[in-house]
């Protein structure tokens, strides 16, 4: 009952302006933790005054007017965000991830009218604060609707083995660029890093036949590959032969045509002498020709003694 007592004569002698200040400073105190702000280093701030913007500032320390007179919206522009389409990770009570298919979004039409399920991601940043925030009022669906546009696009115009095989950096290439024109167009404020298909694959219903398609595809691949090597092994060899077969004929034309040069020239020779004295080289001719006969190793053999079929050759004895 005393402290109840004390506490009423307190109020009681509790002057009005004494209250004034009071209110003063407490309405200070909180203007004062209303108007600084902190901004993280991989976020920046939006900072509107009376719902209008006014500027975005980086990461530090900040002031604004208090009271929600200016209200700072912090983005992440430093982070690395991902969609996932097709699928989506879930982690269980252990922290281990595993896959949830959602077939609807994953489910194409391919360009060769085969039906294809792609999985893929797309990790994207916020480049512009301010159109991030403001420029688009549903952005999460919208990146997720304009990302399946572009997808079902570039796989609609590719056949499925062209997808699941030599077209697949392709198409993450040019759904990364069509992405971005896409984006910029509608003022989202974000730029797409990369685009990743994660798992390209027919229905469950026909990927045994379609496995034994690729199998085919894999097996003409390697018989095109050895015909080549055996080609190019065999090639350059016949090729060798075939060049010195040629060398060979050459060489061999090139001696012939001497030869019948040199003969030609040896009988012009001998017949410019026959010419100049027709005797005298009949002589010599005829001494050479039984020189080389008798001078030879295999001498001929003189038969019939009586000399009635001897070689019409001068008298060798020297008589006449």
């Given amino acids: 009952m005393a402290e109840e007592e004390k506490i009423k ?6 002057s009005p302006a004494i209250l004034v200040w009071i209110i003063i400073l ?7 933790f209303s108007s600084f702000y ?6 920046n701030a939006v900072i509107t005054r009376l719902g209008k913007y006014t500027q975005t500032v980086g990461s530090g320390l900040h002031y604004k007017l208090p009271y929600g007179i ?19 990770t879930i982690k269980s009570g252990r922290n281990n991830e595993y896959k949830n298919n959602i077939g609807a979004e994953s489910t194409m039409l391919t360009g060769d009218l085969n039906i ?11 480049v512009d604060p301010k159109q991030w925030l403001f420029g688009v009022y549903e952005k999460q669906q919208t990146i997720r609707d304009i990302s399946r546009s572009v997808i079902n696009t570039l796989v609609g115009d590719r056949a499925i083995l062209a997808i699941m095989g030599s077209e697949r950096t392709n198409i993450q290439v040019q759904a990364q660029e069509m992405m971005n024109a896409y984006f910029d167009s509608l003022g989202l404020g ?24 690729n199998k085919a595809i894999q097996d003409m691949n390697r018989f095109i590959n050895e015909g080549k090597e055996a080609y190019y092994a065999e090639i350059p060899k016949a090729q060798g032969e075939a060049e010195k077969q040629i060398q060979v004929a050459a060489g061999y034309a090139a001696e012939r045509v001497n030869m019948a040069k040199g003969d030609a020239a040896r009988f012009n020779a001998v017949y410019n002498e026959y ?3 027709p005797e005298v080289t009949k002589k010599r001719m005829y001494l050479e020709t039984m020189d080389e006969i008798f001078s030879s190793e295999t ?8 000399l009635d079929n001897f070689l019409p050759v001068k008298n060798i004895k020297g008589g006449n």
């Fill in 275 to 277: 010419r100049r004295s």
């Fill in 299 to 306: 001498k001929p053999e003189l038969i019939d003694g009586s």
């Fill in 26 to 32: 407490l309405v200070v105190i909180s203007g004062g």
């Fill in 190 to 213: 974000i730029s797409v890093t990369t685009v990743q298909l994660q798992n390209v694959v027919p229905p469950s219903g026909v990927q045994a036949a379609f496995e034994d398609v």
């Fill in 116 to 126: 294809v399920d792609v999985e893929w991601i797309i990790q994207y940043r916020i």
């Fill in 70 to 88: 200016d209200k700072a919206y912090t983005v992440p522009v430093k982070v690395v965000q991902t969609e996932q389409f097709g699928f989506k």
């Fill in 38 to 43: 902190v901004v993280d280093e991989t976020e």
């Fill in 9 to 14: 004569k307190a109020k009681k002698g509790m």
